[in-house]
């Protein structure tokens, strides 16, 4: 009995002693197979080098031309700095609040699970989070942020693995360049350029305890979203910079964090609009597709604040607005493409094409300028029937005789569309396309009260050109485009020198333009300083149009609704007049008051035919002359500078001058008959075309080909409400 006893303890000591033997066998293979599973991960590790470089597709910041950050688009990483530029205080503030064993463990944090497991214990079995710095760099870089213990033993296992592979160093450098910070920012250069406008660098203690404090939630505590709770989190990081050393008093950086301001966060709202449109031009400018990119545009944030005023306070509450403002060169300085971008982000300033109504006959007039048509001279303003369309005034009446100058700042449809088809349709089409026009443009002869549906920029660089002396403009809103290191992909050339307007032209049509708002029906577009424009109203009041400049400032407004229903009483006089009258006196505010080149002296001396040599290279798209000519009033014949006769009996000018002969011998003796140099056209009788090299005169644009209007005289066509009438009414005075 005795023995039995003895061998009892024997037995139990032997148990016990296989025991843990198996558990050493098996820690020990554990331990082999962990080494093993660190070993096998650590070759499949990228290199510190392809860490480095930024996954997630090209970061691209867009900057107004005072540097202002407008947008970021995708991933921001900023610039990369080793881990001696990083201020301690950086790196201390990361250590102090996410892990402060980083020196000393593996990898994985043994005290810090343990400590996790204890409080779980009392605290219910929630466990907190316990990763290490390195833990979470592994998640970053290759994990997700799923929770479940299969992840979490994959990030465990590359957190050892990496500290095996790199150094303390290179991962704290690692982490602090890719860890992401709220608001579009991965790393600390991005987040510290991000929230306060310089790099990393340059990192004081209260903005390293803001950065450092954002990784826990980074939406929920980024400054960009709520800057107060960014600076709560922040105090209570300063807590454990103090605890740890980092900083000397918790108390002094608290107070500190209080004061800090954050730069000013980019609008995500209607900047969009001009955002957009320059982003999509960065691949056809730039072939980088990997590295981060700063695009600085032309756009200027305070004018782009006028034009969002502007546009919100003058379009009619059930209406859309747009407007494009461009220096007479064409850099876009504002671009509202509508009310709200929130709620719409279609951009009508650049890609909707809506009827231009009256504002289109500045190529109408700058054609007849071109054809001999000067400010003083007299048109009838009368009914007139062309093609079987009949045109017709504002009110539907009309004044007889007046002067250019009257017809255009009133907008006389009548005296448009005269002036159309006598210097052809076809011709108005191309002084059209000429000045930057590129959307379809009708030959039917309505087209001279703006039937063709453009583009509100295109219009706005139509009269830039004028605004411009004659030179054509492209609009353009990047400047510059550079890599994030500073390395310049692209620069904006020189504006373009190509002549698209002789000056003459420019002067006369100058002095129109002007006209309008002076004593025209653009009087609401004036705002204190010299310029000129056009107003512009479409049939049922669909659309309304002010295009105009300074001598500094170009700028065109569009409103209407998008379903083309139409807006009570909408015209181009009314709120676009007034909306460009508002923007225009905030954008030039402290620009001197500058006189338009608009004089055209007292019997109108600038007048005379252009040489066609002014238009510059590029010029033979538009056509070509093959030999000069000067009318003969006499004769009626074209002469040329040999004395040759080229044909008889050309043309006669109607509408130009009164038809009574006694009001005829009281002008001033140029005015009575064209006793100026004149473009030949086609004898009104025989519809032959012209000769020599005047016929391209009848050539359709972009080879469509229609019949050559018909010059002959129409009897005045009373006024019939069964009949043809205008599809677009003109402005009201």
Not at 25 to 48: D, E, K, N
Request: hydrophobic share 40%; aromatic share 8%; net charge negative.
């Amino acid at each position: 009995m005795s023995k039995s006893k003895s061998q009892r303890p024997s037995r139990r000591r032997s148990l016990w002693r296989t025991a843990w033997r198996s558990l050493l066998v098996l820690g020990i293979g554990a331990v082999l197979l962990l080494v093993g599973a660190v070993a096998v991960t650590m070759t499949t590790l990228p290199g510190f080098t392809t860490l480095m470089k930024s996954p997630n597709g090209q970061a691209v910041r867009v900057v107004a031309r005072d540097g202002t950050v407008l947008v970021n688009q995708g991933p921001s990483y900023g610039g990369w700095l080793r881990h001696e530029e990083i201020p301690d205080v950086m790196k201390g503030a990361m250590i102090a609040v996410e892990d402060r064993r980083f020196h000393s463990h593996f990898g994985v944090d043994p005290i810090g699970l343990v400590r996790a497991l204890w409080v779980a214990a009392a605290d219910g079995g929630n466990v907190r989070a316990t990763s290490t710095i390195t833990q979470q760099l592994a998640r970053n870089l290759f994990l997700t942020n799923e929770r479940t213990f299969a992840r979490k033993g994959r990030e465990a296992l590359l957190a050892l693995a990496m500290e095996r592979r790199f150094s303390k160093e290179e991962i704290l450098e690692l982490y602090l360049n890719r860890v992401y910070f709220g608001g579009g920012a991965y790393g600390i250069d991005a987040a510290s350029r991000r929230f306060y406008g310089h790099s990393a660098e340059e990192l004081s203690a209260p903005e390293a305890a803001i950065i450092a404090g954002l990784v826990k939630a980074p939406s929920r505590f980024a400054p960009s979203s709520d800057p107060e709770r960014a600076r709560d989190r922040a105090r209570v990081v300063a807590l454990t910079m103090a605890r740890d050393g980092v900083v000397p008093s918790a108390a002094a950086l608290q107070a500190d964090i209080e004061a800090l301001e954050f730069a000013p966060q980019p609008k995500q709202n209607n900047v969009r609009y001009f955002t957009d449109w320059v982003l999509a031009q960065v691949d056809d400018l730039v072939s980088e597709r990997v590295k981060p990119l700063v695009v600085t545009t032309t756009l200027d944030a305070d004018m782009q604040r006028a034009a969002e005023e502007a546009v919100k306070t003058n379009a009619p509450e059930e209406a859309q607005g747009a407007l494009v403002s461009m220096t007479p060169t064409g850099a876009v300085r504002a671009m509202m493409g509508g009310r709200d971008y929130v709620n719409s982000n279609y951009n009508r300033a650049t890609v909707a094409e809506r009827q231009p109504g009256s504002a289109w006959k500045l190529f109408v007039y700058l054609t007849a300028i071109e054809n001999g048509i000067s400010p003083r001279d007299y048109v009838e303003d009368a009914p007139v029937t062309i093609d079987g369309w009949t045109p017709r005034n504002y009110g539907r009446g009309h004044r007889g005789t007046v002067t250019v100058t009257q017809a255009f700042a009133g907008s006389y449809n009548t005296v448009a569309a005269r002036l159309a088809e006598r210097v052809g349709f076809n011709n108005v089409a191309m002084m059209a396309r000429r000045l930057g026009i590129e959307t379809d443009i009708s030959r039917q002869p309505a087209m001279a009260l703006g039937t063709s549906s453009v583009r509100l920029i295109e219009m706005t660089a139509a009269y830039a050109a004028v605004a411009n002396g004659g030179r054509a403009v492209d609009p353009y809103g990047i400047q510059k485009v550079e890599t994030a290191d500073g390395r310049v992909l692209y620069e904006r050339p020189a504006d373009s020198t190509r002549v698209v307007l002789s000056p003459w032209v420019v002067t006369n049509m100058t002095y129109l333009l002007e006209s309008v708002i002076s004593s025209g029906t653009g009087r609401a577009a004036a705002f204190g300083k010299p310029a000129g424009g056009k107003t512009g109203t479409t049939s049922n009041y669909q659309d309304g149009y002010f295009v105009g400049f300074s001598r500094d400032l170009v700028t065109g407004v569009w409103m209407g609704r998008d379903d083309n229903r139409p807006v009570g009483r909408l015209t181009g006089g009314g709120n676009p007049a007034r909306a460009f009258s508002a923007y225009m006196r905030r954008a030039s505010e402290g620009m001197p008051a500058r006189a338009l080149d608009s004089d055209i002296g007292e019997d109108d001396d600038l007048f005379a035919e252009p040489d066609m040599e002014i238009y510059g290279e590029g010029w033979e798209e538009f056509g070509e002359y093959d030999r000069d000519y000067v009318y003969d009033p006499e004769t009626g014949v074209g002469v040329t500078p040999d004395g040759d006769v080229e044909y008889g009996d050309s043309v006669e000018i109607r509408d130009v001058y009164p038809a009574d002969p006694s009001a005829r011998a009281e002008l001033p003796s140029r005015m009575r008959s064209a006793d100026v140099p004149t473009r030949p056209r086609a004898d009104g009788n025989s519809g032959d075309p012209p000769r020599g090299g005047d016929g391209w005169l009848d050539e359709p644009v972009d080879s469509r080909r229609r019949p050559a209007p018909s010059t002959s005289q129409s009897p005045p066509a009373a006024e019939n409400e069964d009949g043809p009438t205008s599809l677009l009414p003109p402005d009201p005075m």
